[in-house]
């Protein structure tokens, strides 16, 4: 039941997570394109966060055979097949990283910098994708 609770709180701080950078995003770039962008990938990582969190709150039926069905595996339920789950998950969290990443880094060219400066907020980007 642990591993249950704790998928839970896992799906819904990713989604959190990525919600309020592009928030934090929304508030630094005011440029209507980007805005545009910035409010679809709000809406996008939202949808697909709720519908990953409702998916693994009820990856079973009944709930409760996510954790008993090691347990007892006489008593009668079933599951999705959570492996599947966790790479679509997962494939899904880095291609939305990749985005969250490309979005800021778009932006750096149009800045009134020198190609040094460019090049030093790139890097602090990358650095922070690490």
Known sequence: MFFFVLQIFYLALMCLIKLSLSLFYLYIFPGTTVHR???ATCVFNAVFGVAFVLTGMFSCTPISHYWTQYVNPEISGRCINLNLFAWVHAAFNIATDLWMLALPLSQIKSLD?????????????????L
């Open 37 to 39: 962008l910035l409010v």
């Open 113 to 129: 910098l020198s190609w040094k400066k460019k090049f030093g907020v790139i890097f602090m980007f990358l650095i922070g994708a």
